[in-house]
Each structure stands twice: as C-alpha cells, then as structure tokens.
C-alpha cells in the first residue's frame, strides 16, 4: 500500500499543471494480491487491507473499476458490499448472476471528459474460474461484450475496455469490435506496455501492483486509426484528422511526495490488518 499516497501527490500535481481534461482510470485486480484467502482472521486482515486501498484509490479520483479476477478472492459478498454508487461502481460485462445471467455489478458507466462523452465497459477473465459451485458466473466475453458494445457505442464518441484478459484475447477483441477506442489490459505481469494500436484500438498496459503511473494523453477527433505523436513530417498533411495520442509512464519513487490524508487512511488499514495478523499468530502459539 506504500505506494499509493505518493501516487495519489502525483496525480495532483498533474492535474494542477494540466490545462485539459482529464479521467483517473483504474482498470482492476485491485484489492489482493492472491485469488484466495484461507484462515478467517488471515481473511479479516487482508479485507482490512483492501478496504484501505479502494478508499484510498476513491479519493485520488477513481470513481470505478473493472472487476478482476484477484478482486473475488474474498467472494462475492465482500465486493458487493464496495460497490457504492455513484461514488464507486464495480464493472464487468459478464459477472453475472447464475440464474438470471444478469450483470451482477454496473455494465456500462458514462462519463465525460471536456466534450468528448466516454462509455467504458469491463470484462472479467472467465478463464480463471470454475463456474460450479459459485454464486456468480463469469461468462467468455464472446457470450456479453457484443451486445455490451452495441449499447455503449450509442450516443457516446469514445468507448474505452477495461479488460481483464490476458494480451491474446485483448488482441482478438480489439479486431472484433471497430468501435472500441482503447483496451486498458490489467492483470497479467508484462510490465509497461506502450499503446499498440490493433484496427480502431490502442491497446495498453501500465504494469501491476502500482510501480508506475501510466499517462495516456489523447487529442480526440474521431473514431478511426490513431496517430502516434510526434507526427512525421511527411505524414502531417494525410494525417491531421485523425486521433493523436502520446503515453509516459511514470515511475512511483520513495522520493515522491505523500499525501498526507491518503497516507492515514492507509495507516489506519494497516493497523486493524496487523491487529488481525497478531490475533492469528497468538492462536497458532496456543496450538
């Protein structure tokens, strides 16, 4: 969790210098580090943990997330009671409920950003689970995100996938489906992957557990291919219409500064996990 206050004073800073605006994007596998958790007061601690982490990504400006498969290690009760909005809204486009087949969380999520109108969707990877047994099912993205586009491309000029599948799916998706404008791929340890552009997609990827900030700045014209910038001189003329784009990543050093509210509701997590964690080791001493 050192990491996050240090993220949160950064992206501070650039939204104070900025001059455009601007969307906080958390794409998911967000709350644990593991797809399961064991002993009860193990589990109390590691809740504790994620119940920090989630307030403290809120009040950088994150007001969503895409569900990712580390994200149920606690089960489906635990982020049902997380889902809260309009202030934060879980998304994912095939969690869905076994008997209805519904969506379980938030499908599709508006958003604008200067005069550009963004839907953005989420896929969870249903290769991670087995689907018995279970009070969700996660459904392959072939099955929901067909129909899932079709609604978020209406009345919207961006549509951005937070997408929880591994690079190959990510690959197959973004040829499918010419109106998604960017995939932002979470979960998969590749490191810092910068935009791939794949039919109208950029696809992305800022590397897991909150070492970097990625920054992915964007002059939207139209859906279409994109353009990397700088623009080649011998391109500038063809090219003026369409879709430009830069990207940095931004590494989270121990010499940021920290923000100091988001830094004591960390302590605070930290300190009602710890107090689990003893409890348990007390009662291992015992036996």
Not at 213 to 235: M, S
Request: some cysteine; aromatic content about 6%; hydrophobic content about 45%.
């Amino acid at each position: 969790m050192g990491g996050l206050s240090k993220k949160a004073s950064l992206i501070q800073e650039l939204q104070r210098d900025g001059q455009q605006p601007n969307l906080v994007v958390t794409g998911g596998n967000l709350l644990f580090p593991t797809d399961h958790l064991d002993a009860a007061d193990a589990q109390k601690a590691e809740l504790a943990t994620s119940a920090g982490v989630l307030a403290a990504t809120q009040k950088m400006g994150a007001t969503f997330a895409g569900i990712g498969s580390l994200d149920l290690a606690a089960g489906m009760e635990w982020l049902q009671q997380l889902h809260k909005p309009p202030a934060f809204n879980w998304l994912s486009a095939n969690l869905v409920d076994p008997t209805s087949l519904k969506p379980l969380f938030t499908p599709i999520l508006h958003r604008q950003a200067g005069r550009v109108k963004i839907a953005i969707l989420a896929v969870t990877d249903h290769t991670a689970f087995q689907n018995t047994g279970r009070d969700f099912i996660v459904q392959d993205w072939r099955a929901t995100l067909p129909a899932s586009v079709a609604t978020a491309e209406k009345d919207t000029d961006f549509v951005l996938l937070l997408s929880n599948y591994p690079y190959s799916e990510n690959l197959e998706i973004a040829r499918a489906f010419s109106s998604i404008d960017v995939i932002l791929q979470t979960g998969h340890a590749i490191g810092n992957m910068n935009p791939i552009p794949v039919n109208n997609a950029l696809l992305i990827q800022t590397d897991i557990r909150g070492k970097y900030l990625g920054v992915l700045d964007i002059d939207w014209q139209h859906r279409g291919a994109w353009t990397e910038l700088p623009i080649p001189l011998d391109q500038k003329g063809a090219q003026q219409a369409a879709s430009t784009y830069s990207n940095r990543f931004l590494p989270i050093r121990q010499s940021l500064v920290s923000d100091l509210n988001i830094e004591a509701l960390l302590q605070e997590a930290q300190q009602t996990a710890d107090a689990f964690t003893e409890k348990l080791l007390c009662g291992n001493e015992r036996k």
